[in-house]
């Protein structure tokens, strides 16, 4: 019984490691965040990378762009800004807490550009307060594949600031850039779909073209009424004659 112990007890300690070997799992990589082989992140000062809006309302708004992560959209809009594509062009769909969007000729959110439509560049950027994305087409509920993709890379000239965080966009609409100034002007914009009285883009300009100062719009005409139409007035009713009792008195 003594040697059988021993036997088993010298059998463990040769065995032993190489069955803690069989137990141990290898260490399994974790995938880590970087920023490997992504493009520089311009400077925020960078002056090519600065849209300015200059609204309506009151003040201009500053929008770092970020070709970093949708150059495609990045290029479209410099493109259109130097056009003066975005000059005057209306405020045509503003939901409270949700967004205000622009960027459209027609005014009512059906028209775009001339340009080719751009493809879509969902990235890492969140849809946060002070968010510009590439606004685009939707896709039914159900829609086939082919549909989803066609409305995916149907961006071309509108997009949206985002008033309040909303994270169920990210990686659904393309984020080209965020507003760094002038918030308080984006938050001034008339709500509605459409709304009764639009706020507008004045101009737009990208920093780099040395672009003039924030002027404001010019006061409203002085709305002109018809010239009222004047009665001839009336002669006033001349009183009637009384003529003189010819009568005698008896």
């Not at 463990?12 to 803690?20: N, S």
């Not at 130097?82 to 009512?108: C, N, S, W």
């Not at 010019?218 to 010239?227: I, M, R, S, T, W």
């Amino acid at each position: 019984m003594r040697f059988f112990t021993l036997f088993i007890a010298l059998f463990a300690l040769l065995a032993g490691p190489a069955f803690a070997a069989k137990k141990l799992k290898p260490v399994e990589k974790v995938a880590v965040a970087t920023t490997a082989g992504r493009p520089p992140v311009p400077s925020a000062t960078d002056p090519e990378n600065l849209l300015y809006l200059d609204l309506s309302t009151g003040g201009r708004v500053v929008i770092w762009l970020r070709p970093d992560a949708a150059p495609k959209m990045v290029e479209r809009i410099k493109t259109l800004t130097r056009e003066h594509f975005y000059d005057g062009l209306l405020f045509h769909r503003v939901i409270e807490g949700f967004m205000a969007q622009t960027g459209d000729p027609k005014g009512d959110g059906t028209g775009g550009s001339k340009l080719p439509d751009v493809p879509a560049e969902f990235n890492f950027l969140p849809h946060v307060r002070g968010a510009v994305s590439a606004a685009r087409e939707g896709s039914a509920e159900g829609a086939t594949v082919e549909d989803v993709t066609k409305a995916e890379n149907s961006a071309n000239s509108q997009f949206f600031i985002v008033f309040n965080p909303t994270l169920k966009l990210d990686r659904k609409y393309t984020i080209f850039g965020r507003v760094i100034s002038g918030m308080n002007y984006v938050d001034a914009i008339a709500r509605g779909e459409p709304p009764l009285n639009p706020s507008r883009v004045l101009h737009a300009y990208i920093a780099a073209d040395s672009p003039p100062a924030y002027a404001p719009p010019p006061p409203p005409a002085p709305v002109a009424l018809p010239a009222a139409t004047i009665m001839p007035t009336k002669a006033a009713p001349k009183p009637p004659l009384v003529r003189a009792s010819t009568r005698k008195g008896g």
